[in-house]
C-alpha cells in the first residue's frame, strides 16, 4: 500500500512537472525567450518518466522519447536534423500504430467515412504544399505525412482522446509544413505548433495509459475463466 501510494505521488509530481515546464515553455515563446530551447528537450521525458512510474507500455514511452529526439533535433536547424528529427517523430508514430491496434477496438469511432476524410485532407495538403516544398524535402514529407495521416486514422480505433491526440498531430506538423512551404503564418506560429503538439501527446498517453490497464484487466479475467473451467 505504502509503494502504491508512493508511486502515485511521484507520478502525480511528473505529471505536474510537465505541466509547469509546459507552460514555462509557451510562455518563453510568445516572449521570444531563451528558455524556449532550453525546456523543449525537457518535456516529453517527464511525460515518459510519469508512464513507467504508472506502469504504462514501455513502448508508449519509447513514443514519447522519439518525440524528445525529433524536438532536440529540429531545434539545431539545418536540413541534415530536421530530416534526422522527422525520423524520430516518425518512429514514434510507428510505436503509436501498434499501441492503437494493441489496445484500440477493432470498431472503434473508426468508419469508411472517416478514412475517406483523412486521406482527402492528406491529399489536399501534399498538393498545397508541394510547390512551395524544397526539391530535397517532398518525398520525405510527403511518406512523412503519409505516415502521420495513417497513425491519426489509427489512433480513432482507440479511446476518443487517443483520436483526438491523433489529429492534433496532425495540425501541429500541418502548421510545421505549412512553414516550410512559406504559407502565411499566424503570429508566434511556434506558440501554436507546440500548443497544439504539446496538447497532442498529453492526450496520446493519457488515453493510451487508460486503455492498456483495461486490456490487462480483461485479459487477467479470461486467465482466470479458463483456470476455474479447466
Do not use: N
Not at 56 to 65: E, M, V
Not at 73 to 83: E, Y
Not at 105 to 131: E, F, I, K, N
Not at 153 to 182: E, H, K, N, Q, Y
Amino acid at each position: 500500500m505504502r509503494e502504491r501510494m508512493r508511486g502515485d505521488r511521484a507520478v502525480r509530481g511528473l505529471r505536474l512537472a510537465f505541466l509547469a515546464v509546459c507552460g514555462v515553455h509557451l510562455g518563453a515563446l510568445l516572449a521570444g525567450s531563451a528558455l524556449a530551447p532550453v525546456t523543449k528537450p525537457v518535456l516529453m521525458p517527464l511525460l515518459a518518466a510519469a508512464v513507467l512510474v504508472r506502469g504504462g507500455p514501455r513502448l508508449l514511452a519509447a513514443a514519447l522519447l522519439c518525440g524528445c529526439g525529433g524536438d532536440t533535433l529540429l531545434g539545431v536547424g539545418g536540413d541534415t536534423p530536421f530530416l534526422l528529427g522527422m525520423g524520430c517523430f516518425a518512429a514514434g508514430h510507428v510505436c503509436y500504430l501498434v499501441l492503437c491496434a494493441r489496445h484500440g477496438s477493432p470498431r472503434g469511432t473508426r468508419t469508411y467515412g472517416l478514412a475517406a476524410a483523412y486521406g482527402a485532407a492528406w491529399l489536399v495538403a501534399v498538393v498545397l504544399l508541394w510547390p512551395g516544398l524544397e526539391d530535397r524535402l517532398r518525398v520525405p514529407v510527403l511518406l512523412y505525412s503519409l505516415l502521420l495521416t495513417a497513425m491519426a486514422l489509427g489512433a480513432t480505433r482507440a479511446l476518443l482522446p487517443v483520436a483526438a491526440g491523433g489529429a492534433l498531430f496532425l495540425l501541429s506538423d500541418t502548421l510545421i509544413a505549412g512553414g516550410l512551404a512559406d504559407w502565411p503564418q499566424a503570429p508566434a506560429p511556434q506558440f501554436w505548433v507546440m500548443l497544439t503538439y504539446l496538447a497532442a501527446q498529453l492526450l496520446l498517453a493519457e488515453g493510451l495509459l487508460r486503455a492498456a490497464p483495461a486490456d490487462g484487466a480483461r485479459g487477467a479475467q479470461a486467465y482466470r475463466e479458463v483456470r476455474t473451467t479447466s
